[in-house]
């Protein structure tokens, strides 16, 4: 059983940058891949990013491209959401996810969740 806590969300203002961590306890990473996903308020759970453990893949949603990154320390067992130029549409409780095997998009293909971290971005 893969256990994952994220930290790393809070207030922020527009424009400003967060970094979100995941770590897992119970097994590591290797040979899986991890998701962030992110809610809003009365809206759908919706994909960010992932990276794959193994090859160092990632894919990103295209709301976030090119203002968020992915990555990961293996050594640490941990899994980072790098946030920049966050903007209020990025309020949301965000999760990270993980399953075995490569990046996916779909969340109901993760199987191991983590409880979130709020990150809310006044303008």
């Known amino acids: 059983q893969v256990q994952l806590v994220e930290s790393g969300g809070g207030l922020v203002q527009a424009g400003d940058s967060l970094r979100l961590s995941c770590s897992a306890s119970?097994?590591?990473?290797?040979?899986?891949?991890v998701g962030w996903f992110r809610q809003a308020p009365r809206k759908e759970r919706e994909f960010v990013a992932a990276i794959n453990w193994s090859f160092r893949s990632t894919r990103y949603a295209v709301s976030i491209r090119n203002r968020f990154t992915i990555s990961r320390d293996n050594a640490k067992n941990t899994v980072y959401l790098q946030m920049n130029g966050l903007k209020s549409e990025d309020t949301a409780v965000y999760y990270c996810?993980?399953?075995?095997?490569?990046?996916?998009?779909?969340?109901?293909?993760?199987?191991?969740w983590g409880q979130g971290t709020q990150v809310t971005v006044s303008s």
């Open positions: 996810a993980t399953r075995a095997g490569d990046t996916s998009a779909v969340s109901r293909e993760y199987p191991y």
């Open positions: 119970g097994r590591t990473f290797s040979g899986y891949a």
